[in-house]
């Protein structure tokens, strides 16, 4: 018997079929090996084996009004004229009396400071020249003033207007040392805090076990001042009435208390 063969011919792929089997070859290789990474995990929003704590978040605030003891002016003399040797000359003068007449109300010179020195050209612009003329110079000198002595407030005032001093930029009032008033507002500010997170543990039938945290805010508030009106023209021996009314000192607290 001869052996017979059969020849089969199968057609091989063209080129671009080759590279696309290639690439869906690779693909099905990186799916498997990124297929844990990409299942599906479960997220934590807390660690479970942390019990959360429980807690009361409450404000308070304490208020201490205080008596000023202490005063601040701003006084000031301003002087105008043709050269800057006239208006120089003029505000020496008229603030060398001003200082002397706060020496003189009791004032020491530790207390008194000069804010403002300032010298500026005044100018003409109605003729519409450019630059526009020069028509003189102005001169301001300011000094604040510390009075310790509240009974010497009116009588600092009147001396400095009378001497020369022809600005006075307000009065303000304050206490000098205010440590105690904070400490006493501060605690009656915690207590307060202390008092509302009782009720509302109470309320809830929970108990306070501790505080998780304290922040404060301290402002010092002036009440309302009466100044008093300056006397008028022609006036006898008036003094200028000055009034300090009072100062608050306010502290407030927010406080979180752990509650169980």
């Given at each position: 018997m001869s052996t017979q063969h059969v020849t089969i011919t199968l057609p091989l792929p063209g080129s671009r079929a080759r590279w696309i089997a290639l690439g869906l070859g690779a693909g099905l290789v990186a799916a498997s090996i990124a297929s844990p990474a990409l299942s599906p995990r479960q997220i934590l929003a807390a660690d479970p084996g942390t019990t959360p704590?429980?807690?009361?978040?409450?404000?308070?605030?304490?208020?201490?009004?205080?008596?000023?003891?202490?005063?601040?002016?701003?006084?000031?003399?301003?002087?105008?004229?043709?050269?800057?040797?006239?208006?120089?000359?003029?505000?020496?003068?008229?603030?060398?009396?001003?200082?002397a007449s706060l020496r003189a109300a009791g004032i020491a010179d530790r207390?008194?400071?000069?804010?403002?020195?300032?010298?500026?050209?005044?100018?003409d612009y109605s003729t519409g020249t450019n630059p526009p003329r020069l028509t003189g110079y102005t001169l301001s000198n300011a000094v604040a003033v510390t009075v310790r002595d509240l009974d010497n407030v009116g009588d600092a005032i009147d001396g400095a207007l009378a001497a020369g001093a022809t600005s006075l930029d307000g009065i303000t009032f304050r206490v000098q040392d205010q440590t105690a008033a904070e400490k006493q507002a501060r605690e009656a500010a915690v207590s307060e805090a202390k008092s509302k997170a009782t009720v509302l543990a109470a309320a809830a039938g929970v108990s306070i076990g501790g505080v998780q945290s304290i922040s404060e805010t301290v402002a010092s508030i002036p009440y309302p001042v009466y100044?008093?009106?300056?006397?008028?023209?022609?006036?006898?021996?008036?003094a200028t009435p000055v009034s300090p009314g009072s100062n608050e000192i306010t502290v407030s607290v927010a406080v979180v208390y752990l509650i169980g």
């Amino acid at each position: 018997m001869s052996t017979q063969h059969v020849t089969i011919t199968l057609p091989l792929p063209g080129s671009r079929a080759r590279w696309i089997a290639l690439g869906l070859g690779a693909g099905l290789v990186a799916a498997s090996i990124a297929s844990p990474a990409l299942s599906p995990r479960q997220i934590l929003a807390a660690d479970p084996g942390t019990t959360p704590e429980h807690t009361i978040s409450v404000s308070g605030t304490g208020r201490v009004v205080l008596s000023p003891d202490t005063a601040e002016l701003r006084l000031g003399v301003t002087t105008s004229g043709k050269t800057v040797a006239v208006v120089r000359a003029a505000a020496a003068k008229s603030m060398t009396a001003v200082l002397a007449s706060l020496r003189a109300a009791g004032i020491a010179d530790r207390d008194v400071q000069t804010t403002i020195l300032s010298l500026q050209p005044a100018y003409d612009y109605s003729t519409g020249t450019n630059p526009p003329r020069l028509t003189g110079y102005t001169l301001s000198n300011a000094v604040a003033v510390t009075v310790r002595d509240l009974d010497n407030v009116g009588d600092a005032i009147d001396g400095a207007l009378a001497a020369g001093a022809t600005s006075l930029d307000g009065i303000t009032f304050r206490v000098q040392d205010q440590t105690a008033a904070e400490k006493q507002a501060r605690e009656a500010a915690v207590s307060e805090a202390k008092s509302k997170a009782t009720v509302l543990a109470a309320a809830a039938g929970v108990s306070i076990g501790g505080v998780q945290s304290i922040s404060e805010t301290v402002a010092s508030i002036p009440y309302p001042v009466y100044y008093g009106a300056m006397a008028a023209p022609g006036a006898k021996d008036v003094a200028t009435p000055v009034s300090p009314g009072s100062n608050e000192i306010t502290v407030s607290v927010a406080v979180v208390y752990l509650i169980g």
